[in-house]
């Protein structure tokens, strides 16, 4: 059974800066791309960044760029999504998951990611 547990959630300025992590277990973590996305109150859940199952492909939300950066230990079976020049629209949950298909690039769908971890809250207050 595939489980990814987030942490590093909490209540921030506008401007300040927070590093979220997915530990992964019950699955070849290096053989799978990992996915992050988010789900404010009242919205759909969104796509923030996604990386390869290597680490040399990356892709971001334009609403990320240039201020979230995704990168993975696959030693540590972790995938991070550090935060920088937080916004108060950046709040919601945020969600890392696995792709359902090894050695597959990056995707925006979330119809490609199979399991899901149980999100950990991002405040950011102006």
């Known amino acids: 059974q595939v489980q990814l547990v987030e942490s590093g959630g909490g209540l921030v300025q506008a401007g300040d800066s927070l590093r979220l992590s997915c530990a992964a277990s019950?699955?070849?973590?290096?053989?799978?791309?990992m996915g992050w996305f988010r789900q404010a109150p009242g919205k759909e859940r969104e796509f923030v960044a996604a990386?390869?199952?290597?680490?040399?492909?990356?892709d971001y939300a334009d609403s990320v760029k240039g201020r979230f950066t995704i990168s993975r230990d696959n030693a540590k079976k972790t995938v991070y999504l550090q935060m920088n020049s937080l916004k108060p629209e950046d709040t919601a949950v945020y969600y890392c998951?696995?792709?359902?298909?090894?050695?597959?690039?990056?995707?925006?769908?979330?119809?490609?990611?199979?399991?899901w971890g149980q999100g950990t809250q991002v405040t950011v207050s102006s």
């Open positions: 998951a696995i792709r359902r298909l090894s050695y597959s690039p990056p995707s925006r769908r979330g119809s490609e990611y199979d399991y």
């Open positions: 990386i390869s199952w290597s680490g040399g492909g990356t």
């Open positions: 019950g699955r070849t973590f290096t053989n799978y791309a």
